[in-house]
């Protein structure tokens, strides 16, 4: 199957995503590389690093993007890329305790890696593809990649629990996984041949060029909004649940679950995202979750603490609240990324994505901030949650007015 080696590249950097960017790294930088520093200063240094990482992916990716376009060097760039993310993730594994600002340029290092290969892994979406499978072809990558998580999160489990290895090894185990199931596509030859007469200077003089004629295009112009503001949301929702459970009183355990649950769920859910666009149409089905992203954020600002009676089995509202975001968490990716696709003109596809990806690192900016004012609008004396509830229930303003803005995308074909 020709998409096959597109699809288990997911299962692949899932590796990274849930190691280094969900589980591992953000504990071991606290209580281990960043031991010794103060509590502002490990929160500090450590929002840094992932800033820094995710900054410049933003600002490079548009011409890169160009760049692999008018060179035919996508394959070679992306192998570079990943070649950077899987080694840099080894390496963390070598840095010692204390030595944050060690682990914080590693990681920077690798997350440049991750998120560079990832902007051409998207932009292979259409060669690996058609038009009447690409939305099912990319739900199902993202389903395979729940797949590995629910792998993962009981292999961080093991590991930490009934093993005498040191933590930091799963940074090996994870980037050989991540190796393993890249390989098929990484060995893949691109058909386009390498133009010799590019050079950076061409690059930038095409970038202009290319911005111009991406914000001309009425499609893609009001998607790029859209997509700016609810993946935002997404992104926000997906960073702050775990704190935001902490802040309420959920227990560890509880928290775990919850975000076992979000894997769980994403697996077939995924799936089914990528078969009604491709029977509805992805516009209608991406409009369908925002609305139930919209009812997750006001479920979430009025979740009881306390258990829920649901046919007789007594629920964490938090398991419900997961379950809920597992169901559209990974549609809303899928079906964007296979919605892109389909709207950019021919011959533009790697140099446009280069401008979906840099929406895509520069998510999560405008929810913190949703969340900051809120703490600050709705402070009251005596209810110190009651700010933080409705900093969660104000989300919903990224799913509404990306929804407004994905409306008003001209609809000239089915998807």
Same mark, same amino acid.
């Given at each position: 199957m020709k998409s096959f080696k597109w699809i288990i590249y997911d299962l692949g950097h899932?590796?990274?995503?849930?190691?280094?960017?969900?589980?591992?790294?953000?504990?071991?930088f606290n209580q281990y590389y960043a031991d010794g520093l103060s509590d502002a200063d490990k929160t500090s240094y450590y929002g840094l690093t992932l800033g820094i990482a995710s900054i410049v992916v933003?600002?490079?990716?548009?011409?890169?993007?160009?760049?692999?376009?008018?060179?035919? =060097? +996508?394959?070679?760039?992306?192998r570079i890329f990943a070649g950077t993310g899987i080694a840099g993730m080894a390496a963390l594994y070598c840095v010692n305790g204390g030595d944050w600002l060690g682990a914080s340029l590693i990681y920077i290092f690798a997350a440049i890696g991750?998120?560079?290969?990832?902007?051409?892994?998207?932009? =292979?979406?259409?060669?690996?593809?058609?038009?009447?499978n690409r939305h099912i072809i990319s739900g199902a990558a993202f389903s395979v990649g729940y797949v590995g998580g629910v792998i993962l999160l009981f292999l961080i489990g093991f590991w930490t629990l009934k093993t005498a290895f040191p933590p930091q090894m799963l940074f090996v185990v994870g980037a050989a996984w991540w190796l393993i199931f890249a390989l098929p596509l990484l060995l893949h030859r691109e058909q386009q041949t390498p133009d010799a007469k590019t050079s950076l200077a061409s690059a930038f003089g095409e970038l202009k060029n290319?911005?111009?004629?991406?914000? +001309?295009?009425?499609?893609?112009?009001?998607?790029?909004?859209?997509?700016? =503001?609810?993946?935002?949301?997404?992104?926000?929702?997906?960073?702050s649940a775990v704190r935001y459970g902490n802040a309420l009183g959920f227990s560890q355990m509880q928290l775990f679950i919850a975000l076992l649950l979000v894997q769980i769920f994403g697996i077939p859910c995924a799936l089914i995202f990528?078969?009604?666009?491709?029977?509805?149409?992805?516009?209608?089905i991406l409009l369908t979750a925002l609305a139930i992203y919209v009812a997750i954020t006001f479920f979430g600002a009025t979740i009881p603490t306390t258990s829920l009676n649901i046919f007789n089995l007594e629920l964490s509202p938090?398991?419900?609240?997961?379950?809920?975001? %597992?169901?559209?968490?990974? %549609?809303?990716?899928? =079906?964007?990324?296979s919605y892109f696709s389909s709207i950019v003109p021919a011959k533009k596809e790697v140099a446009f994505f280069g401008f979906y990806s840099m929406i895509g690192r520069c998510s999560t900016v405008i929810g913190p901030f949703i969340l900051s004012a809120a703490a600050i609008a709705f402070d009251r004396p005596g209810q110190p949650l009651f700010s933080t509830r409705a900093g969660f229930a104000c989300l919903s303003l990224l799913f509404v007015t990306g929804a407004l803005f994905l409306i008003c995308v001209p609809t000239k074909n089915k998807s």
């Open positions: 899932t590796g990274f995503t849930m190691i280094v960017m969900a589980m591992l790294f953000p504990i071991l933003a600002v490079l990716s548009p011409f890169l993007a160009t760049f692999a376009q008018a060179s035919g =060097l +996508r394959m070679k760039l992306m991750f998120y560079g290969a990832n902007l051409f892994y998207d932009s =292979l979406l259409l060669d690996f593809s058609n038009p009447q290319t911005t111009m004629e991406f914000w +001309r295009n009425r499609q893609l112009r009001y998607f790029i909004l859209a997509y700016f =503001l609810y993946i935002d949301g997404v992104g926000t929702v997906v960073t990528g078969w009604l666009g491709k029977k509805f149409g992805a516009k209608p938090m398991f419900i609240l997961a379950i809920g975001i %597992g169901m559209v968490q990974g %549609g809303v990716q899928a =079906l964007s990324r």
